[in-house]
């Protein structure tokens, strides 16, 4: 079956009420706007959104903050000049906040990917950040146990996709995209371009076709 | 022995960002943080060939960009334009924070509210109820490069000293701070002491008398 679809409506057409929702991005490098403004028309809600920030201005992830899709969100940095969406909802108590270290926010989404139960980390030992969490002293180094993030769908943005799925990317647009299109159960990508399996050097591909479940393309321009 | 220069101003923010890149060795794989730390970059030399590395997953980060080099896939830590050097790579947030984490940076360089004399960092919420928690890599930054400097003011605005015994905001990492720079001296932290380098309008003396902290002169090295 074709992993390639016509446009991001049909990509993300059976995304649930309550699903948890790896979206891709770092600020808006790589953010996947096609992907959610598609999300926000589906009409999806009750969602958990994983993504390192909460949204910037009032498009893409911030646009589906504030159209009350999202009832919790996991991040590492929500408070932004732009994240004025975020702000008011979590101020009115609107919205759940999990906040996580970037680098565990990273490495429990790779855990996920990888099949890893939990892992110790030093990032966040002692801190606010590993109350109620297992904190162990490794090597003469205090730790705490981290749990993977798994994702029900992930919506990332890529370069250029060949038909069989696998992915390059483009500069610090790579972020979180490939390891959170380990770590859901569904990967659907929008990518700039969709090219024929062969025309990818194998040794350039950064995310082989094997995690990526459904790939559009998209000519839309970065709003930001 | 530390070298004090009583008679002078204290730093500038310029001044204090040209000192920390002197501190920093030849050939140094370094992080930079958000903020004031991202001006310790202007005083590189190409000398010191450091290679400056982004959290969201860049090593040979240039300057920031202007006019048409400006590539919205091509942005720091602070979600600034920047440009890259010949020799870059790009890598996943997962690798990214793999190296940092790892041990795999020489140097990183970060603000703080405050430093304990033991090196316990806190940089990354006020704790106020009504502040809206953000930590982004800072706690990873902490804990993974070989050496952690600390760019910050002595005093708070008023007065009270930032070096302090135990950190009463909330903990970046624990016991991770290895040298402090300051408008009045800079500190290395060992054995539960500041050792102080250098001073600029104050001395050894006139430190210890204003901090709370056991501090001490460096000692000429037989």
């Given at each position: 079956?074709?992993?390639?679809?016509?446009?991001?409506?049909?990509?993300?057409?059976?995304?649930?009420?309550g699903?948890?929702?790896?979206?891709?991005?770092?600020?808006?490098?790589?953010?996947?706007?096609?992907l959610?403004?598609?999300?926000?028309?589906?009409?999806a809600?009750?969602?958990?959104?994983?993504?390192n920030?909460?949204?910037?201005?009032?498009?893409?992830?911030?646009?589906?903050?504030?159209?009350?899709?999202?009832?919790?969100?996991?991040?590492?940095?929500?408070?932004?000049?732009?994240?004025?969406?975020?702000?008011?909802?979590y101020?009115?108590?609107?919205?759940?906040?999990?906040?996580?270290?970037?680098?565990n926010?990273?490495?429990?989404?790779?855990?996920?990917?990888?099949?890893?139960?939990?892992?110790?980390?030093p990032?966040?030992?002692?801190?606010?950040?590993?109350?109620?969490?297992?904190?162990?002293?490794?090597?003469?180094?205090?730790?705490?146990?981290?749990?993977?993030?798994?994702?029900?769908?992930?919506?990332?943005?890529?370069?250029?996709?060949?038909?069989?799925?696998?992915?390059?990317?483009?500069?610090?647009?790579?972020?979180f995209?490939?390891?959170m299109?380990?770590?859901?159960?569904?990967?659907?990508?929008?990518?700039?371009?969709?090219?024929?399996?062969?025309?990818?050097?194998?040794?350039?591909?950064?995310?082989?076709?094997?995690?990526?479940?459904?790939?559009?393309?998209?000519h839309?321009?970065?709003?930001? | 022995?530390?070298?004090?220069?009583?008679?002078?101003?204290p730093?500038?923010?310029?001044?204090?960002?040209?000192?920390?890149?002197?501190?920093?060795?030849?050939?140094?794989?370094?992080?930079?943080?958000?903020?004031?730390?991202?001006?310790?970059?202007?005083?590189?030399?190409?000398?010191?060939?450091?290679?400056?590395?982004?959290?969201?997953?860049?090593?040979?980060m240039?300057?920031?960009?202007?006019?048409?080099?400006?590539?919205?896939?091509?942005?720091?830590?602070?979600?600034?334009?920047?440009?890259?050097?010949?020799?870059?790579?790009?890598?996943?947030h997962?690798?990214?924070?793999?190296?940092?984490?790892?041990?795999?940076?020489?140097?990183?360089?970060?603000?703080?509210?405050?430093?304990?004399?033991?090196?316990?960092?806190?940089?990354?919420?006020?704790?106020?109820?009504?502040a809206?928690?953000?930590?982004?890599?800072?706690?990873?930054?902490a804990?993974?490069?070989?050496?952690?400097?600390?760019?910050?003011?002595?005093?708070?605005?008023?007065?009270?000293?930032?070096?302090?015994?135990?950190?009463?905001?909330?903990?970046?990492?624990?016991?991770?701070?290895?040298?402090?720079?300051?408008?009045?001296?800079?500190?290395?932290?060992?054995?539960?002491?500041?050792?102080?380098?250098?001073t600029?309008?104050?001395?050894?003396?006139?430190?210890?008398?204003?901090?709370?902290?056991p501090?001490?002169?460096?000692?000429?090295r037989?």
């Amino acid at each position: 079956m074709s992993r390639i679809v016509a446009n991001p409506d049909e990509a993300v057409a059976d995304i649930v009420d309550g699903a948890t929702v790896l979206i891709g991005g770092f600020g808006t490098a790589g953010m996947p706007y096609a992907l959610i403004e598609a999300l926000l028309r589906q009409g999806a809600t009750d969602l958990t959104v994983v993504n390192n920030n909460a949204g910037n201005g009032d498009t893409g992830l911030a646009a589906l903050l504030a159209a009350g899709r999202v009832r919790r969100i996991v991040c590492s940095f929500p408070r932004q000049t732009d994240s004025y969406v975020f702000d008011e909802l979590y101020r009115s108590g609107r919205i759940e906040l999990e906040v996580v270290p970037q680098g565990n926010l990273a490495e429990r989404l790779r855990a996920a990917g990888a099949g890893i139960g939990a892992f110790f980390t030093p990032t966040g030992a002692g801190t606010l950040l590993a109350e109620g969490k297992e904190q162990r002293e490794f090597d003469g180094r205090l730790q705490v146990l981290e749990r993977p993030i798994h994702g029900d769908v992930a919506l990332i943005a890529a370069r250029t996709a060949d038909e069989a799925g696998n992915l390059v990317y483009r500069k610090t647009a790579r972020n979180f995209g490939p390891v959170m299109a380990t770590a859901a159960r569904r990967t659907i990508v929008q990518v700039d371009a969709v090219v024929p399996v062969g025309a990818l050097d194998p040794e350039a591909i950064v995310t082989p076709g094997i995690y990526v479940d459904r790939v559009v393309a998209t000519h839309d321009e970065d709003p930001a | 022995m530390t070298i004090e220069h009583p008679d002078a101003a204290p730093l500038d923010r310029t001044a204090l960002a040209a000192v920390v890149a002197r501190s920093i060795p030849t050939g140094a794989y370094v992080n930079l943080g958000i903020g004031q730390p991202t001006l310790v970059a202007d005083h590189l030399t190409p000398d010191q060939r450091v290679t400056l590395h982004t959290e969201n997953g860049m090593l040979g980060m240039g300057r920031a960009a202007v006019g048409d080099e400006i590539d919205s896939d091509l942005i720091n830590a602070g979600k600034i334009p920047v440009t890259e050097l010949p020799g870059a790579a790009y890598f996943h947030h997962a690798d990214s924070f793999a190296m940092m984490r790892g041990g795999h940076l020489d140097v990183c360089v970060l603000g703080a509210f405050q430093v304990s004399v033991g090196g316990d960092l806190a940089n990354w919420h006020t704790g106020e109820p009504d502040a809206i928690p953000a930590v982004g890599g800072a706690m990873d930054l902490a804990i993974g490069a070989k050496q952690v400097f600390v760019m910050m003011n002595l005093l708070t605005r008023d007065g009270a000293p930032k070096l302090v015994p135990t950190c009463s905001y909330p903990l970046t990492g624990l016991g991770c701070v290895t040298r402090v720079f300051t408008e009045q001296a800079v500190f290395d932290l060992r054995g539960g002491e500041a050792v102080v380098l250098e001073t600029w309008g104050t001395t050894v003396d006139a430190l210890r008398e204003l901090l709370d902290i056991p501090v001490r002169a460096k000692e000429v090295r037989a």
